[in-house]
């Protein structure tokens, strides 16, 4: 009873415990105004905030207040609008200028790509790739046939796709890859007029053009939407809107973003402000089909910006100038309760150039003074970091109002011609610039944070009563607002970050809270744990236990107190034997409860596993416990085939004690064990499995131990002894009656290695011999006391090898050398001389099998024409080798030009035929003879090929003839002969 008292007296305190969470993160809004100068003119295109906070920057600017040519940039500005980095890049040549006009982060969020234009010679234009830090990774100048580049996107695999406008008249769309290689381009033309790209996204497969034109001869301006396969270019369809429909009012379609399923396009139109134009949003299917539109009727008659954002299914944020002169610049949001729009009031005239969505759920603008109203704003760029969900009062803003209205646009299919855009691609000329540093100067700038604190209350309470939950909010950023599922509690009362709430049944449930932010929704939650107001506390009906079992009392869950008869204060108690049993609990609500249980002693349960049990070696029994109980536990978990069943198979190695329970009825159990008894024989190893050489065999031993043998040869001895390859099995048998077994395989029988070493053989005289038994064996042993593959020997007498194979058999050879053979001498003739211009025949004075001069010659003679050491290597029949050498020594011979004066051609056999004797070495040689009157008679290049006499085969007579000889003579000049010989007969 103490306890029970002392937990009421506690309760009021346990129940007020106060449940803290963590506050949310901390919603930083930053938003400034400033100015980034240049000393001469300066643009801001495009402008767009990176993952981090920080912003890129790029347009074009002068260097110098005294340069007309404009150079393109880039930067980096912080997240506050400091300038971290910037680079302005010109050419190579000075007088061509550049303007960057677009940038994209690519998918790896490491690398910038910039796309720029100029007046470079051929119309190239460039693409520029830099990483986070401003360097450049490469740039290519491309030439797409004088167009132009105009937006980008970024691809999955870190390159580009862009678009653009053609010389032709047409619109250009294609793919380049983070190397800067074209994957694709195509041109897509709508024969007379013009058309231009004004911005395209990219949906699934596809991307989506939008832009104007005067197409195929139409009264005013018409836009369209194009879809292409963006893996290949391939046109799709294209679709037209506005004067080619109506005739009546134009439509001008700026921008295109895929929201839901649907395509949401941003443009203007002339149909309810004529004479000028209102900003529209148009809503179509990614069939080109029109679903609605809205136009906003705003002041002045000019359009949105071209790079308005999208968020969920309504236009997140849009910006226009309401006209060309204006110092306003005019935001406006659509949202679910209304249009809310926002005057900027510009100190001077303002052309607004592009605005970019941030994290923060702010925007930030480029702004250029036009410059006649402020002239020296013309060195100027604005940038506006603006809150879009409240309006700073420092930064001049005011709210405007404006109407909008709905309506519908039909179009019609564009027909358009398509076909494969060429350019080729060289590495640009551009380089960076470092003279005239931009400037950054801050006009106003605040940060607002917004933060949800912490919700505090009870987290235990009971049903029936109430509470109250309360948080903070930091940085005056609104109220909190509570939710909670009514079906467990209704809110009472709720205020300023409070609300109090009624609980009406048992249960968990959370209790949110949610703040709105310009950072979104922050939101917090705490789990409640309603208890019940009543208890119910059941033991259950009095019942039995059996011997040796244990029963389990439960008191159930959800109290806050536990008191049993023995003190204990577990929601659980168990019960090993007969006899009376009570628990008190005490809830959470301060209500207490008790009950008792009776216990009585069961009957024993007859059960008997039998007589204990022997087995041998590895051998399995199955022990079967007796049948009809609900279920069985065997252990220990030792070589046994389940733990559960009334049978199971057990393996043991060492004798083994097995125990089994069985449920009879739910509670009670019956026990008993039974003892395996294991009998082992010898262990019998036959060894591995083996192989042996032909002619030897394998002793196989079954070891001893053993009572009987049964081998599956028929053998019934303790030893066998094997000549053959195949498998031998024993099985032997102890006293105790245990048998083992083994088995081994003779895998093969290899046969002896074949040996044949050259048999009886004779050498030549300073010639050896090798002997070789072949070259693979692993080991040899030669009669010489070696061990090498081969020895070489040079006396007669008798050799032996002994060898063993890769399979470890063993063979022998001999080899008898009878006796030493001479080799071939002095087989070439004495030394002698030769004249330098003569040849000379060498040849050996004996016949042999094979020669070989040392001039590469073969045959057993060789003409020589030069002196000199020659040698002769002759093989004999007893293949024998030897070498001999000759001498030729050069001798000195007389050389020149004789000729006799007259011949006698009688045939017989002296001085028959006429020709001049040439002494030496002759190059070159000609001989002519003339007949009296100037004719040849005879000509010649021969050498001793002479003129017999006759003249077209007939003899002549006595009479005297003219000759004329030219020759030249090794290291002589060319000489020429001429006489008269007299032929007489």
Not at 651 to 675: N, Q, R
Not at 783 to 809: K, R
Request: glycine share 10%.
């Amino acid at each position: 009873m103490k306890y029970a008292l002392l937990l009421i007296l506690l309760f009021p305190y346990l129940v007020q415990a106060q449940k803290r969470l963590l506050a949310a993160d901390t919603c930083v809004s930053i938003t400034f105004k400033e100015t980034i100068s240049s000393p001469g003119y300066i643009q801001i295109n495009r402008i767009k905030q990176l993952p981090d906070g920080e912003y890129i920057i790029t347009g074009l600017r002068n260097s110098s207040s005294t340069s007309t040519v404009l150079k393109g940039f880039i930067g980096k500005l912080s997240g506050s609008g400091d300038l971290v980095w910037s680079k302005t890049l010109g050419y190579d040549s000075d007088g061509y200028e550049s303007e960057f006009s677009n940038s994209i982060l690519t998918s790896d969020n490491n690398i910038f790509v910039i796309a720029g234009s100029g007046n470079y010679p051929g119309e190239n234009h460039l693409i520029i790739k830099f990483d986070y830090d401003g360097n450049i990774i490469w740039k290519y100048k491309y030439d797409f046939e004088s167009g132009g580049i105009g937006p980008i996107r970024p691809t999955d695999d870190g390159g580009i796709y862009f678009s653009g406008s053609n010389s032709n008249n047409g619109i250009f769309v294609g793919k380049i890859n983070s190397a800067g290689t074209l994957q694709w381009a195509q041109y897509y033309g709508a024969g007379s007029g013009y058309m231009n790209a004004q911005n395209f996204t990219e949906s699934g497969n596809s991307l989506y053009i939008v832009g104007t034109g005067l197409i195929n001869g139409n009264r005013g301006t018409t836009t369209y939407i194009a879809k292409v396969n963006k893996i290949s270019g391939d046109l799709a369809w294209a679709i037209t809107y506005g004067s080619v429909v109506t005739n009546d009012y134009d439509v001008s379609f700026t921008d295109v973003q895929p929201v839901n399923g649907y395509l949401l396009v941003t443009g203007s139109t002339s149909r309810f402000s004529s004479p000028g134009i209102s900003p529209a949003l148009f809503t179509l299917d990614t069939s080109g089909t029109c679903l609605g539109a809205v136009c906003y009727l705003m002041p002045g008659q000019n359009t949105l910006s071209d790079n308005p954002f999208i968020y969920n299914d309504r236009l997140k944020l849009g910006a226009y100038t309401p006209s060309v002169d204006s110092n306003d610049i005019i935001f406006f949001k659509p949202g679910n309760t209304g249009l809310k729009t926002l005057r900027w009031a510009s100190p001077g005239n303002q052309v607004l150039h592009d605005m970019s969505n941030c994290a923060d759920s702010g925007s930030i603008v480029s702004l250029l003074s036009i410059g006649y109203a402020m002239p020296a704003d013309w060195t100027k760029a604005l940038i506006i970091k603006n809150n879009n969900q409240v309006i700073d009062s420092n930064c001049n803003y005011q709210t405007v109002n404006c109407n909008t209205t709905n309506f519908i646009v039909s179009g019609e299919t564009l027909p358009l011609t398509t076909n494969a855009l060429a350019f080729n691609n060289t590495s640009s000329d551009i380089h960076e610039i470092t003279a005239g540093q931009l400037t950054v100067e801050k006009i106003c700038s605040s940060l607002r944070t917004c933060s949800l604190g912490q919700l505090t209350g009870v987290d235990s309470l009971c049903a029936g009563q109430t509470a109250i939950y309360q948080t903070n909010t930091y940085g005056d950023c609104g109220n909190a607002i509570f939710s909670i599922d009514t079906s467990f509690a209704q809110i009472v009362t709720s205020s300023t970050n409070q609300v109090t709430l009624h609980f009406n049944r048992p249960g968990t449930v959370q209790l949110f809270e949610s703040l709105t932010t310009g950072c979104g929704t922050q939101k917090d939650s705490s789990a409640i744990h309603i208890f019940p107001t009543s208890v119910l506390l059941n033991l259950g009906p009095d019942t039995s236990i059996c011997p040796n079992n244990t029963l389990p009392l439960k008191a159930g869950p959800g109290y806050m107190t536990y008191l049993w008869q023995d003190g204990s204060t577990d929601s659980l108690f168990d019960v090993h034997s007969a006899g009376t049993y009570y628990v008190s609990v005490t809830d959470f609500c301060g209500n207490t409860s008790s009950d008792t249980i009776r216990i009585s002693a069961a009957a024993p349960v007859p059960f008997d596993l039998g007589p204990d049990l022997t087995k041998c070696n590895a051998d399995s029994l199955t022990i079967t416990a007796p049948p009809g109980f609900l279920q069985y536990h065997w252990y220990p978990a030792y070589n046994i085939s389940a733990s559960t069943g009334q049978s199971v198979i057990v393996f043991p190695e060492t004798d083994t004690l097995y125990k089994v329970s069985a449920e009879k009825t739910p509670g009670c159990f019956a026990y008993d064990s039974i003892h395996v008894y294991v009998n082992h024989s010898p262990v019998i190893n036959l060894g591995t499995d083996t192989s042996f050489c032909s002619g030897d065999s394998l002793l196989l031993n079954a070891g001893s131990g053993f009572v009987s043998y049964q081998w599956n040869t028929g053998a019934n001895s303790q030893f066998i002894t094997v000549h053959n390859a195949g498998y031998y099995r024993v099985t032997a048998t102890a006293a105790n009656g245990c048998s083992s077994h083994d088995t081994i395989q003779v895998v093969h029988v290899y046969s002896k290695p074949v040996v044949n070493l050259t048999k009886d053989s004779s050498l030549c005289e300073g010639a050896g011999q090798l002997l070789s038994p072949g070259p693979d064996f692993p080991t040899y042993m030669w009669s010489t006391g070696s061990n090498a593959p081969a020895i070489s020997v040079s006396m007669p007498g008798t050799y032996w090898v002994a060898i063993t194979d890769n399979n470890g058999c063993n063979g022998s050879d001999t080899a008898r050398i009878k006796a030493i053979l001479p080799s071939p001498a002095a087989f070439l003739p004495a030394d002698t001389s030769l004249c330098n211009y003569l040849n000379l025949q060498i040849k050996p004075l004996s016949q042999f099998s094979s020669y070989l001069w040392n001039t590469g010659a073969t045959t057993n003679t060789i003409t020589i024409s030069q002196a000199g050491n020659y040698w002769l290597q002759v093989t004999d029949d007893n293949n024998c080798t030897g070498r001999d050498t000759i001498i030729i020594s050069p001798r000195q011979c007389l050389e020149g030009f004789f000729i006799p004066n007259a011949f006698t051609p009688n045939k017989d056999g002296k001085n028959d035929l006429f020709y001049p004797l040439l002494v030496g070495h002759v190059i070159s040689y000609r001989f002519t003879v003339f007949n009296r009157w100037g004719q040849k008679v005879f000509e010649t290049t021969e050498l001793q090929k002479g003129w017999d006499g006759s003249i077209a085969g007939n003899k002549t007579g006595t009479n005297a003839f003219a000759w004329i000889c030219t020759y030249q003579l090794e290291g002589q000049p060319a000489e020429t002969k001429k006489g008269v010989a007299v032929l007489l007969r």
